[in-house]
């Protein structure tokens, strides 16, 4: 039987912090390809990929995993109690950083289909989308796997993503969908001058602080059936102006808003573009606009496949999990447009923080989990 706890500690050795790859995508390769796997390299610009099947291309039933082994930087080192890439384990827990975010769902899945096509082969197809993009820009990671299946004529008929899903305790809690996310960049640009004289300037700050204004006390909407109210939050307002007695010439600022599926980026983009018009009419200033959208929000509706997965997780934890759409973004946002996609890993709450850490014991139940969720797909 494969063990995940070793391999989970082998992933942590690796030190791939995005964009690097750090061997583990390749020590993943070596293990598939050993167990029968088909696996190809995806790479694209300076993001390592990684796509294994098992079984036939275009078999009836396609059982997908995602999942990432790039991990955020550690910070400074001497402020952790071991060695951020040692995978050591104290007291039943095992100390690295992806050791929760989520190097052991990796693990844990990798080990679950391994073992499944060795010791009882299913009548299907396994594929695993592994990127190195997660954490960071994530342009050329799941996005680019998905585009080259597209291209090779390969599909998941259902898809499981390893995040961490649970905020204090193994199995309480499955995605089901995500908000989607999306960051306005604001320039307002008026016109220099004394602060003696504002008649003879044109002051940005003051437009800025009415667009912000307007924008943050705006409600986008009451929630809907299966998730919370919509947010935005102003990050940021900055003039770089450092006298006290000039007027500046521009401003910036920027929003992020937390969209749930009452919304989509098209239309929050249009309103946004409608309020900055509407300010820079009123105030004489220019005001310009440039928008980055991480993904739009997805929902997947209860049924067969969510049930197969809460099923799994209470036969081996005890506990039911509640479908949730709370939290940020992942990658089940671009998986969402291939094939019907839930979450479920461990517990987050030492994801990227110092000293993250994972129970050796939630990582072989995690992998047990997996496996009740593969036999039961395929039986």
Not at 8 to 27: H, K
Not at 88 to 112: C, N, P
Not at 118 to 138: F, Q, V, Y
Not at 309 to 337: I, Q
Request: glycine share 10%; charged share 20%; with cysteine.
């Amino acid at each position: 039987m494969t063990d995940p706890v070793a391999l989970t500690a082998d992933l942590i050795r690796c030190p791939s912090v995005t964009p690097n790859e750090g061997g583990a995508l390749v020590l993943l390769e070596r293990l598939l390809s050993q167990a029968g796997f088909t696996c190809t390299r995806v790479d694209r610009g300076d993001t390592s990929n990684l796509f294994a099947r098992w079984g036939d291309k275009g078999a009836a039933r396609t059982f997908g995993f995602n999942g990432h082994t790039d991990v955020v930087p550690v910070g400074n080192p001497d402020d952790w109690a071991a060695d951020p890439f040692g995978a050591e384990i104290r007291d039943g827990v095992m100390y690295g950083r992806g050791a929760t975010d989520m190097k052991s769902g990796v693990a844990a899945f990798a080990a679950a289909a391994i073992d499944l096509v060795r010791n009882s082969p299913p009548d299907g197809a396994i594929i695993l989308t592994i990127t190195g993009d997660e954490e960071g820009p994530a342009t050329d990671g799941t996005v680019a796997l998905l585009d080259w299946m597209a291209e090779q004529g390969e599909r998941m008929s259902v898809c499981l993503v390893g995040e961490p899903t649970c905020p204090e305790t193994m199995g309480e809690m499955m995605k089901i969908g995500r908000r989607g996310s999306l960051t306005a960049y604001f320039t307002i640009r008026g016109v220099q001058g004394h602060v003696a004289y504002p008649h003879r300037a044109l002051n940005p700050a003051h437009a800025t602080a009415t667009l912000m204004h307007r924008l943050s006390s705006h409600q986008l909407d009451q929630g809907t059936d299966h998730f919370d109210p919509s947010t935005l939050a102003v990050t940021t307002i900055d003039t770089g102006n450092a006298a006290t007695n000039v007027i500046p010439a521009e401003c910036r600022a920027t929003v992020n808003i937390r969209f749930n599926d009452a919304h989509s980026a098209d239309s929050l983009t249009a309103w946004l573009q409608a309020e900055a018009d509407r300010v820079a009419d009123e105030t004489g200033a220019k005001i310009e606009m440039r928008v980055s959208v991480s993904g739009d929000s997805f929902f997947t509706a209860p049924g067969d496949f969510s049930r197969l997965v809460a099923d799994a997780v209470e036969a081996e934890t005890g506990v039911r999990p509640d479908y949730s759409t709370s939290g940020g973004t992942s990658d089940a946002r671009f998986v969402k447009d291939h094939c019907p996609v839930v979450e479920f890993g461990l517990v987050g709450k030492t994801m990227h923080k110092v000293d993250e850490c994972v129970p050796v014991a939630q990582i072989e139940q995690l992998k047990a989990i997996y496996t009740r969720i593969l036999q039961g797909y395929f039986a």
